[in-house]
């Protein structure tokens, strides 16, 4: 992801108490959530469609990573983004889109999770 929109993204979702980290790009992206356990993931399938689909799968073979909410931001030409779930994605959002819209339901859903 673009520096200028990893910036975005996480002013739109940091609120106190929570932190936001942006990867980069290929191996930077690969060990980020390595090194940390997040609520939530969000790729950039920018970055290409797929290496984004083989670092959600490689996330999810990680039981630590089996409750992650995984995100993922394809672009206007994706075909069937609801079709990404299939491989690990929690949900996918459509170029353009509201990031307010995408913070206030991760929130929602990183809540939740913290309720249970």
């Avoid at 672009?75 to 459509?94: I, R």
């Amino acid at each position: 992801m673009a520096q200028g929109a990893a910036d975005r993204h996480r002013e739109a979702v940091q609120r106190p108490g929570a932190g936001a980290v942006a990867g980069g790009r290929g191996l930077q992206v690969r060990a980020g959530p390595q090194s940390f356990h997040p609520d939530t993931i969000i790729i950039d399938l920018g970055l290409g469609r797929s290496e984004s689909v083989q670092i959600t799968a490689n996330l999810r073979k990680n039981e630590a990573y089996a409750a992650t909410l995984i995100v993922g931001l394809a672009g206007e030409d994706e075909a069937d983004p609801d079709s990404l779930k299939g491989y690990g994605f929690n949900d996918v959002f459509k170029k353009p889109f509201d990031v307010a819209l995408l913070a206030e339901k991760i929130r929602a859903i990183a809540e939740a999770k913290r309720e249970d």
